[in-house]
């Protein structure tokens, strides 16, 4: 990871939740700078500072003129919507912008998309920046290979209200980690939803379970449930500050890189 270069960074969804904790994280780390923030055209943010909701005034207006916002910039960081990150992708590619993507729910034509797109410029993908969410990954690959016969294997994630996709991105990204351990492919083994009378477990199924309610940040549980033992391997957020940091560990990451589809294990180290 390289730090020394100061990253000028444009920030996606700025009026958000998510968007407004990145431009924090942003804000807070010296060798970064807040170069632009964009936002959906009708977004009642358009034309205000992005520091505004923080009494902050950083001299960046929050737009939706895609090229003209990443033009100059280093690294986009998008939490949006699978349409808005492409409709970025299509401007940060002319402009050489790198682009950290923390946006769930690609359809596997989408995820073709991006995957051309790292040809031209580099990229960090993954549905879950959380340096905390990415080392449990790495626990549950371990798991998987240690106990690779005889553990029924269930994920259980819980997210707040206004969630609209489930499973969550991470969710499946563990289910993804747990089948590759096993040698499977998790599109043969998910089982997604059980009703009425299903008959017995598949052994080499992955369920998963989904919560939704109030304003849970994201909670997720991996049961490995044995004969006589249960191992539970759980991460739980309390605030979407650890998404961003994880943001700013990858754009830091990336700064060094010309091209190329990377993920958190590469960020933090974990793919050797």
Known sequence: ????????????????????????????????????????????????????????????????????????????????????TLAHVAHALPNGVAMVIGTTGFTDAQKATLQVASQTIPMVMAPNMSVGVNVTLKLLEMAAKAMPIGYDIEVIEAHHRHKVDAPSGTALKMGEVIAGALGRDLKDCAVYAREGVTGERDPSSIGFATIRGGDIVGDHTVLFAGTGERIEITHKSSSRATYAQGSMRAAHFLSDKSNGLYDMFDVLGLNT
């Open 1 to 84: 990871m390289s730090e020394s270069k100061t990253v000028g960074i444009v920030i996606a969804g700025a009026s958000g939740r998510m968007g407004r904790m990145l431009i924090e994280a942003v804000l807070a780390d010296p060798s970064a700078r807040l170069v632009g923030a964009l936002d959906v055209a009708g977004s009642p943010a358009l034309g205000q500072d992005a520091g505004a909701f923080a009494g902050v005034e950083t001299g960046v207006l929050i737009s939706d003129d895609i090229a003209n916002t990443l033009a100059g910039a280093d690294t986009l960081i998008d939490f949006t919507r699978p349409e808005g």
